[in-house]
């Protein structure tokens, strides 16, 4: 099964290496995703959209044979929001969507308005901006390479209001892959109405798995991940 791999904020696609790799030994064609204006440190991404990250992911989307089957869309944190947007576009393409530590955002939501931008981008902030939970099994080792590696991410990606507008995306089924908090809380406080989680709660098809770890299982327990994946999704 076609597996396109969307990182969260600050990671291009080859953070999804070790989990791909998983993937591709599971019988899956995983294909890891750099989003616009994230190729590089260099690049210009001071006008870089979140509708122009969805729009890549729909583009990788339609590049493949309908005739080959639906894909499943993976989003990690902030790729969480652009596969719901990319599965709103194109419903009848996706046979699955995972979200790792994510959830979908709901029409007029936003990734993350809240970090600190600098020049129209928003580098990764220092690690006591973050919550114990968001940093657990991360040691100075892997805190270190993933800080070499990150890019910014450009900021209208992470103000930018969710535009979504097709209604059959609640029938698309998902897998929530619960990491800094137990599905169990995810659904209390789902339960309670919490606004954040009210279209994850529109969703008629949802699986939870636990994979306790920090915000970053791609680096902190990638093969764990993988296998979760494609426990999730199966072979077409």
């Not at 890891?32 to 729009?55: F, K, W, Y």
């Not at 993933?146 to 209604?167: C, G, K, M, N």
Request: glycine share 8%.
């Amino acid at each position: 099964m076609d597996v396109i791999l969307v990182p969260g904020l600050w990671l291009d696609g080859s953070s999804w290496d070790k989990v791909a790799r998983t993937l591709e030994h599971s019988g899956h064609r995983p294909h890891p995703l750099t989003l616009p204006g994230m190729e590089s440190p260099d690049a210009d991404r001071s006008e870089i959209t979140l509708r122009d990250h969805v729009d890549a992911v729909v583009a990788m989307i339609d590049s493949f044979d309908p005739a080959n089957g639906k894909v499943v869309l993976v989003g990690h944190s902030g790729g969480g929001a652009i596969v719901h947007a990319a599965a709103d576009a194109r419903p009848d393409r996706v046979a699955h969507i995972v979200y790792v530590d994510s959830w979908p955002t709901g029409d007029g939501g936003a990734i993350n308005s809240g970090l600190p931008a600098e020049n129209g981008e928003v580098p990764l902030p220092d690690w006591s901006l973050f919550d114990d939970e968001d940093l657990v099994d991360l040691n100075d080792e892997l805190r270190a390479e993933f800080r070499a590696r990150t890019i910014p991410s450009p900021v209208h990606v992470t103000r930018d209001p969710q535009r979504l507008s097709d209604e059959r995306r609640y029938d698309v089924p998902i897998t929530v892959i619960a990491c800094e908090f137990p599905s169990a809380t995810l659904r209390e406080w789902m339960e309670q109405g919490e606004p954040v989680l009210r279209e994850l709660a529109k969703v008629r098809d949802v699986e939870y798995v636990d994979l306790p770890t920090g915000h970053w299982p791609q680096f902190t327990r990638p093969e764990e991940l993988g296998r979760a994946i494609h426990a999730s999704v199966g072979i077409a």
